[in-house]
């Protein structure tokens, strides 16, 4: 099987291959399109700025690449943000996969942004979850967040209910940090490579 | 709902951890990467390793041991102890720490936190502050300390803390050198005052001793985090212990077993 981790100017992804290694998974990380179109399995990883990261994706043609996508692709985090039609960071129009805006969490008095720190999912809907125990605890680091849609196949709650998975015919997103989420988070991702 | 954070901090020298560990059961004591990975396995929500070497070899050996923890641990984790430039960041962030804590460069040069946060984002960037209640020109106050806290600045401790949030540092790493090593409790007011004037996250560091102190610090403390270093490496308190203590209290807890 052929999985590959799509390099673009996301922050530290070392972390996502470590990850990789420690399920005995091989990936390739690369941005070359011939080598994405033809691996079975895509990761999307992001860390960074919504705005600074999709005009990046604009202008080596990412932004076109991934939405046409025919095997499993799965966006954590930024690149699950990425993934949604907008994005309020920096007023970003984004892939648009996902038809749904990614806001900011409102201020809320005793609730710090970002939102860092382990907290539980629940509602599961989709294949990624198989296995996990119910209201599994996963790590974020976020101040955006798509809101509970008709794609939401796991959410979480901080501020307001918001998506904590996403899942649209051939993509998968998760909000969370599967790779440094403990077993849940491992499970997460052996779930994924399975598909 | 999200949890409160209990943090083992691990003093490392040349690679290895200098506290005086007492588990029996590990095979190597010493070796930071079994040490942290047990850790993990008890349920720590994160991990801090703090670099206490101050040679140029023992700094890549310090970056060796970060890329085996990353490789081995599937939960977060800080680094810290000594890093003063992008460069140092960025050759510990590549290694695979989740995060890096920052203290006497911050406090020499505010504008690198702007800079670190610029460049990696605010989330990775941990400011550290040591601070001591000590007699000043204007009376008892809170002053931040930097040389392990032994030497006193003019900073002082609570706005310090705010700037340090504005300047786009993502969480504060707030020990107390007056609470530090007594086990008598975390500063609790000082914690209370700066996590409650903060927006991103406060982890509370000095003075555990016992499973009380960390259900005070998360509670009159307002604590996001509580690390505690040699209470768990001699095993007066075990972790998977403390989380069933502290989730019977009703305090929102990830629980691992």
């Known amino acids: ?32 399109e011939a080598e994405i ?30 939405p046409s996508l025919k095997q499993p692709v799965f966006g954590t985090c930024v690149g699950m943000q990425l993934m949604c039609r907008f994005s309020e960071e920096n007023n970003t129009e984004c892939m648009g996969i996902f038809d749904v805006d990614v806001k900011r969490f409102p201020a809320s008095p005793g609730l710090k942004v970002p939102h860092m720190g382990w907290n539980n999912i ?20 976020h101040s955006y967040a798509a809101p509970v849609c008709e794609y939401t196949v ?14 649209k015919d051939n993509f998968y997103a998760a909000q969370f940090h599967c790779e440094i989420s403990g077993n849940a988070g491992q499970q997460i991702l052996e779930n994924f490579l399975k598909l | 709902m999200l949890t409160k954070r209990i943090i083992p901090c691990l003093d490392v020298k040349d690679g290895r951890t200098v506290k005086g560990v007492n588990f029996v059961n590990l095979r190597d004591a010493g070796d930071a990467v079994e040490l942290g990975a047990m850790y993990a396995a008890h349920g720590a929500d994160e991990l801090v390793y703090l670099d206490i070497t101050a040679t140029v070899d023992g700094r890549s050996t310090f970056i060796d ?32 720490a989740d995060k890096v804590s920052i203290n006497s460069a911050a406090v020499r040069n505010p504008d690198l936190i702007n800079e670190l946060s610029l460049e990696f984002g605010s989330q990775c960037i941990v400011v550290a502050i040591d601070t001591r209640y000590i007699e000043t020109d204007n009376g008892l106050e809170h002053i931040v300390h930097t040389h392990g806290g032994r030497k006193a600045t003019e900073i002082r401790s609570i706005p310090w ?58 509670t009159a403390g307002k604590a996001d985090a509580g690390l505690a270093a040699s209470i768990f490496h001699f095993r007066e308190i075990d972790i998977p212990d403390l989380k069933e203590y502290l989730k019977n209290k009703d305090l929102p807890i990830r629980m691992t077993r």
Do not use: W
């Open chain 2, 161 to 218: 803390a705010k700037e340090v949030e504005e300047r786009g540092a993502g969480e504060i790493l707030l020990t107390s050198m007056d609470t530090d090593g007594t086990k008598n409790g975390f500063a609790l007011e000082l914690t209370a005052t700066i996590s409650g004037n903060a927006n991103i996250p406060v982890i509370a560091s000095g003075g555990a001793g016992n499973m009380a102190h960390f259900y005070d610090v998360f």
């Open chain 2, 65 to 96: 041991l970060v890329r085996r923890v990353a490789q081995t641990i599937n939960i977060p984790f800080t680094v810290g102890g000594g890093i003063s430039s992008i460069a140092d960041v960025s050759a510990l962030l590549h290694a695979g």
């Open chain 1, 154 to 167: 796991a959410s979480c709650d901080y501020v307001l209910p918001f998506s904590a998975m996403l899942h």
């Open chain 1, 122 to 141: 629940s509602g599961y809907q989709s294949p990624l979850t198989a296995g996990l125990p119910d209201n599994a605890y996963v790590y974020f680091v």
């Open chain 1, 37 to 66: 179109r033809s691996a079975d399995k895509v990761i999307f990883p992001g860390v960074g700025e919504a705005s600074t990261t999709m005009s990046y994706l604009r202008n080596v043609g990412l932004d076109k690449v991934i």
């Open chain 1, 1 to 32: 099987m052929k999985t590959v981790i799509i390099k673009y100017n996301a922050g530290n992804v070392q972390s996502v291959m470590y990850a990789l290694d420690r399920i005995g998974a091989s990936y390739l990380y690369t941005d070359d």
